[in-house]
């Protein structure tokens, strides 16, 4: 009987444990580092320099509709 319970509890936490990593870790960014898009339009350049000292832009659309 503690067998059978030590299994069955085992099989949930592992059922558990694969849907608590699923629903956090966002498979789109996996083994991705940078992202590359093209700009046709005036844009806004926001540098950000983080704790590590690697250097963030994020380009803000101005003329957007």
């Known amino acids: 009987m503690k067998k059978t319970t030590g299994f069955i509890l085992a099989i949930f936490l592992i059922i558990v ?3 608590v990593i699923l629903a956090t870790f966002d ?5 991705k580092d940078n ?7 005036l844009v806004e ?16 659309c101005v003329a957007c509709v």
């Open 35 to 41: 992202l590359y898009v093209q700009i046709d339009e």
């Open 45 to 60: 350049v926001e540098e950000t320099v983080l704790d590590s000292g690697e250097i963030i832009q994020r380009y803000w």
């Open 17 to 19: 444990a694969a849907v």
């Open 27 to 31: 498979f789109n960014r996996f083994n």
